[in-house]
T-cell receptor
Framework: DSGVTQTPKHLITATGQRVTLRCSPR?????VYWYQQSLDQGLQFLIQ???????AKGNILERFSAQQFPDLHSELNLSSLELGDSALYFC????????????FGAGTRLSVL | AQSVTQLDSHVSVSEGTPVLLRCNYS??????LFWYVQHPNKGLQLLLK??????LVKGINGFEAEFKKSETSFHLTKPSAHMSDAAEYFC?????????????FGTGTRLKVLA
């Protein structure tokens, strides 16, 4: 158990809908990272927050947004969902802002029908 | 620019034989380097981390990796494969890209262990 909690584990929704994925980092970790993993794109970095502030952006679509709250949990919001958004979404956390070991959650599997 | 290349997308070995998963990196200085493992339908788990303290790094489950600056390589090895080693393995380097700090993931190597 990595100590990183992601909810829900599975999510099934329809095209055009909006969903929110939640991540609770390990106790004491200030950085939260979001990744998308699909068969055709592999593992893609989406966005990173450190102590409530956005630190780095990767291949995150404009339809996607994220935030990190004062209690350090993070949410990833996906809107106007398309079939191609179906993927595993991982959250990871680390103590430092960069360069440190990342601890990954078990992921949320999103299926867009 | 910093990058990481995993030279094999798939590797098959027989149970009990050695494992070699290859990773080359590109960096203007000695970096930190990580190997992560992902079992089917699971999150990524750290196998080991190189931080310049020692070139041979021992990780969990009998894996180890050797940092070779002259070859810019960080290959992952295990003397004897076990069926439970079947998984996908990622080589990762922290990097500065366009003014921001990110983790660069290799494309992964899927290890198959044959009985």
């Amino acid at each position: 158990d990595s100590g990183v909690t992601q909810t829900p584990k599975h999510l099934i929704t329809a095209t055009g809908q909006r969903v929110t994925l939640r991540c609770s980092p390990r106790s004491g970790d200030l950085s939260v990272y979001w990744y998308q993993q699909s068969l055709d794109q592999g593992l893609q970095f989406l966005i990173q927050y450190y102590n409530g502030e956005e630190r780095a952006k990767g291949n995150i679509l404009e339809r996607f947004s994220a935030q990190q709250f004062p209690d350090l949990h993070s949410e990833l919001n996906l809107s106007s969902l398309e079939l191609g958004d179906s993927a595993l979404y991982f959250c990871a956390s680390s103590v430092a802002e960069w360069g440190d070991i990342q601890y990954f959650g078990a992921g949320t599997r999103l299926s867009v029908l | 620019a910093q990058s990481v290349t995993q030279l094999d997308s798939h590797v098959s070995v027989s149970e009990g034989t050695p494992v070699l998963l290859r990773c080359n990196y590109s960096s203007s200085y000695s970096p930190s380097l990580f190997w992560y493992v992902q079992h089917p339908n699971k999150g990524l788990q750290l196998l080991l981390k190189y931080t310049s303290a020692a070139t041979l790094v021992k990780g969990i489950n009998g894996f180890e990796a050797e940092f070779k600056k002259s070859e810019t390589s960080f290959h992952l090895t295990k003397p004897s494969a076990h069926m439970s080693d079947a998984a996908e393995y990622f080589c990762v380097v922290p990097a500065r890209v366009a003014g921001t700090y990110k983790y660069i993931f290799g494309t992964g190597t899927r290890l198959k262990v044959l009985a």
